[in-house]
C-alpha cells in the first residue's frame, strides 16, 4: 500500500524559515508527479509547487523566490523549503504525489496534513 508521510512542520516567526519532508513508501512502480499544496480554514485546498520526473519544479506566484521544493529519488522523499515566511503562509500543508503502484492503476495520493503557523 502507498503511503506518503509528511514532517517538519510548526511555529515559526515571520521573516523565518521552515521545512517540509515528505517520505513516499510502498510498491510503486512509476511516480507521475509530485507537489505540495496548503490549505486554510474556508479555503480550498491550493497549490504551491509540482515536480514531474525530468523536469525543474514549477511554482505558483505566491511563493516564487521563497519556497523551494525538491526530490530525493533515492529516499524516496520530497521536500519543501521555506523561506521569508509571513503570517499568510499560515496554513495546514499537504504532500501529495499521482502513483502508479505495482499492478494498479494511476492514483491521487495525500500525505497528512502539516500544520504550519507563522506568528511573532
Known amino acids: 500500500q502507498v503511503q506518503l508521510v509528511g514532517s517538519g512542520g510548526g511555529s515559526v516567526q515571520p521573516g523565518g524559515s521552515l521545512t517540509l519532508s515528505c517520505v513516499t513508501s510502498?510498491?510503486?512502480?512509476?511516480?507521475?508527479?509530485m507537489a505540495w499544496y496548503r490549505q486554510t480554514p474556508g479555503k480550498q485546498r491550493e497549490l504551491i509547487a509540482r515536480?514531474?520526473?525530468?523536469?525543474?519544479?514549477t511554482y505558483e506566484d505566491f511563493v516564487k523566490g521563497r519556497f523551494t521544493m525538491s526530490r530525493d529519488i533515492d529516499k524516496n522523499a520530497m521536500y519543501l523549503h521555506m523561506n521569508t515566511l509571513t503570517p499568510e503562509d499560515t496554513a495546514v500543508y499537504y504532500c501529495?504525489?499521482?502513483?502508479?503502484?505495482?499492478?494498479?492503476?494511476?492514483?491521487?495520493?495525500w500525505g497528512q496534513g502539516l500544520q504550519v503557523i507563522v506568528s511573532s
Open positions: 510502498g510498491d510503486i512502480s512509476r511516480v507521475h508527479a
Open positions: 515536480i514531474t520526473p525530468g523536469r525543474m519544479p
Open positions: 501529495y504525489a499521482e502513483i502508479s503502484p505495482t499492478g494498479r492503476g494511476r492514483g491521487d495520493y
